[in-house]
C-alpha cells in the first residue's frame, strides 16, 4: 500500500508543471538558507530554459522534460552571437556566450534535475548524462601594485560618498569579501579594537575577518564622519547610500564601473578585488591554510588556485632579485662580438 501511494504521489507530481516546479525549487532553496545571490542566479538559469521549453509548447509538464531538451539547451546558448542581453549594466553586444556562463546554466539545470529526483517528480535523475562545455582554464589576472594605487588615488576621501567609497575599496582589497558580505555587513559585527569583521558567508557560515590598519582607518572615517543618518532606526547596515538606506549590490556594481572608466583599468569587478587580496596575500608571506578561512572556503582545492596566480609574479621577483643585476655592475658597451675567421666563435667561446 505504501510504495502504490508512492507511485501515485510521483505520477500527480509528474504532472505538474514544468514553471511550477521551479518555483517550488526555489522555494525549497530559500527554505534550506541558501543566499538570495543564489537563488536568484538558479531563478535567472531555469527561467532561460522555461522560455525555451515553451517556445514549442505552451505548458511543458514535469513528465515531458528528456535529456535531449536540455541539450537542445545548451546547443541554442552556444550558438548565441550576442552577449549582455537585458543585462542591467551593459548593452547588448556582438559575440557569444563565454564556456563558464553555459557551465553555469548546466550546473543550473543538474542541480534542478537532482532536486526532482530527490523529491520523487521523476523516478531518475533526468539530467545525470547532460555535459557542459569544456571550459579553457585561464589564470585570472589581479591588479598590479599599480592598478590598486590608482584606484585608491581615484576616490576623493573628502566627501561623504568618496570617503564610503573608499572604505569600500579598502575592505575589498584588503579583506577579500564578497559583494554580498560587504553589503550585508552590520556596525554591530565591526570590532574596531581588535581590526576585525564577523561575516556571514555563503549557507550563513560565520566567520571572522582580520583588517589592516589602513583599511581600519578608512572605515572609522566613513562611520564616524561621513555615513548618513539611517532612515530607519533598525537598519543596521554599515553601507548607506546618500538617502540613508542600505546600498544595493548594483549601486556598488555601477560604483565599480565609474571608477573602471576614471582609471582606464577595464576589468574592475568586485570579485576581481577578491582575488587580487588572495594573491597578494600569498605573495607577501601569508600561508594557505590561513587564506582558506578568511575567504570562508569549504575546501582547500578552492584556495589553492590562488598559489598558481601568486607564483605567476615570478618574473617581478626575478627582477628585484636577479644575482647578476644586483651585484651593481656597470657593463660597458663594447659593440658587436667580433667572429674567429674558421670556425665562427669568438675567441671567449672557446671551452
Given at each position: 500500500?505504501?510504495t502504490?501511494?508512492?507511485?501515485?504521489?510521483?505520477?500527480?507530481?509528474?504532472?505538474?508543471?514544468?514553471?511550477?516546479a521551479?518555483e517550488?525549487f526555489?522555494?525549497?532553496?530559500?527554505?534550506?538558507?541558501?543566499?538570495?545571490?543564489?537563488?536568484?542566479?538558479?531563478?535567472?538559469?531555469?527561467?532561460?530554459?522555461?522560455?525555451?521549453?515553451?517556445?514549442?509548447?505552451?505548458?511543458v509538464?514535469?513528465?515531458?522534460?528528456?535529456?535531449?531538451?536540455?541539450?537542445?539547451?545548451?546547443?541554442?546558448?552556444?550558438?548565441?552571437?550576442?552577449?549582455y542581453?537585458?543585462?542591467?549594466?551593459?548593452?547588448?553586444?556582438?559575440?557569444?556566450?563565454?564556456?563558464?556562463?553555459?557551465?553555469?546554466?548546466?550546473?543550473?539545470?543538474k542541480?534542478?534535475?537532482a532536486?526532482?529526483a530527490?523529491?520523487?517528480?521523476?523516478?531518475?535523475?533526468?539530467?545525470?548524462?547532460l555535459?557542459?562545455?569544456?571550459?579553457?582554464?585561464?589564470?585570472?589576472?589581479?591588479?598590479?601594485?599599480d592598478?590598486?594605487?590608482?584606484?585608491?588615488?581615484?576616490?576623493?576621501?573628502?566627501t561623504p560618498?568618496?570617503?564610503?567609497n573608499?572604505a569600500?575599496?579598502?575592505?575589498?582589497?584588503?579583506?577579500?569579501?564578497?559583494l554580498?558580505?560587504?553589503?550585508?555587513?552590520?556596525l554591530?559585527?565591526?570590532?574596531?579594537?581588535?581590526?576585525?569583521?564577523?561575516?556571514?558567508?555563503?549557507?550563513?557560515?560565520?566567520?571572522?575577518?582580520?583588517?589592516?590598519?589602513?583599511?581600519?582607518?578608512?572605515?572609522?572615517?566613513?562611520?564616524?564622519?561621513?555615513?548618513?543618518?539611517?532612515?530607519?532606526?533598525q537598519?543596521?547596515?554599515?553601507?548607506?547610500?546618500?538617502?540613508?538606506?542600505?546600498?544595493?549590490?548594483?549601486?556598488v556594481?555601477?560604483?565599480?564601473?565609474?571608477?573602471?572608466?576614471?582609471t582606464?583599468i577595464?576589468?574592475?569587478?568586485?570579485?576581481?578585488?577578491?582575488?587580487?587580496?588572495?594573491?597578494?596575500?600569498?605573495?607577501?608571506?601569508?600561508?594557505?591554510?590561513?587564506?582558506?578561512?578568511?575567504?570562508?572556503?569549504?575546501s582547500?582545492?578552492?584556495?589553492?588556485?590562488?598559489?598558481?596566480?601568486?607564483?605567476?609574479?615570478?618574473?617581478?621577483?626575478?627582477?628585484?632579485?636577479?644575482?647578476?643585476?644586483n651585484?651593481?655592475?656597470?657593463?660597458?658597451?663594447?659593440?658587436?662580438?667580433?667572429?674567429?675567421?674558421?670556425?665562427?666563435?669568438?675567441p671567449?667561446?672557446?671551452?
Amino acid at each position: 500500500m505504501v510504495t502504490r501511494s508512492k507511485s501515485i504521489l510521483q505520477r500527480e507530481r509528474m504532472e505538474l508543471t514544468l514553471r511550477r516546479a521551479k518555483e517550488n525549487f526555489l522555494a525549497a532553496l530559500t527554505l534550506e538558507g541558501k543566499s538570495p545571490e543564489t537563488i536568484l542566479w538558479h531563478n535567472k538559469k531555469l527561467t532561460a530554459f522555461l522560455a525555451f521549453m515553451e517556445t514549442t509548447a505552451s505548458e511543458v509538464r514535469i513528465r515531458d522534460l528528456a535529456v535531449d531538451d536540455a541539450r537542445s539547451f545548451v546547443r541554442s546558448l552556444m550558438e548565441r552571437t550576442t552577449k549582455y542581453a537585458n543585462h542591467k549594466f551593459h548593452r547588448e553586444t556582438e559575440g557569444g556566450l563565454a564556456p563558464q556562463t553555459i557551465h553555469g546554466y548546466v550546473r543550473s539545470l543538474k542541480t534542478f534535475a537532482a532536486w526532482l529526483a530527490a523529491e520523487g517528480y521523476t523516478s531518475e535523475h533526468i539530467f545525470e548524462r547532460l555535459q557542459p562545455p569544456k571550459v579553457p582554464q585561464v589564470l585570472i589576472e589581479p591588479l598590479t601594485e599599480d592598478e590598486i594605487r590608482r584606484l585608491l588615488v581615484a576616490i576623493p576621501v573628502d566627501t561623504p560618498e568618496g570617503a564610503r567609497n573608499y572604505a569600500m575599496l579598502a575592505l575589498f582589497l584588503d579583506t577579500g569579501m564578497r559583494l554580498s558580505e560587504l553589503v550585508n555587513l552590520e556596525l554591530g559585527h565591526v570590532d574596531f579594537a581588535a581590526g576585525q569583521l564577523k561575516v556571514f558567508g555563503k549557507g550563513a557560515k560565520e566567520r571572522i575577518v582580520p583588517m589592516g590598519v589602513a583599511a581600519r582607518r578608512a572605515l572609522v572615517r566613513y562611520c564616524e564622519h561621513a555615513r548618513p543618518q539611517p532612515n530607519q532606526l533598525q537598519q543596521r547596515q554599515v553601507f548607506l547610500n546618500m538617502a540613508g538606506d542600505p546600498i544595493s549590490r548594483d549601486a556598488v556594481e555601477k560604483i565599480m564601473q565609474r571608477l573602471s572608466r576614471r582609471t582606464r583599468i577595464p576589468r574592475l569587478h568586485p570579485h576581481l578585488l577578491r582575488h587580487t587580496f588572495a594573491v597578494r596575500y600569498l605573495m607577501n608571506g601569508g600561508d594557505v591554510f590561513t587564506l582558506q578561512k578568511i575567504l570562508g572556503h569549504t575546501s582547500l582545492e578552492m584556495t589553492r588556485k590562488y598559489v598558481t596566480l601568486a607564483s605567476g609574479d615570478v618574473k617581478e621577483r626575478h627582477r628585484l632579485s636577479s644575482p647578476i643585476d644586483n651585484l651593481g655592475l656597470v657593463e660597458k658597451k663594447r659593440g658587436r662580438p667580433r667572429r674567429q675567421p674558421g670556425n665562427g666563435m669568438h675567441p671567449s667561446a672557446k671551452v
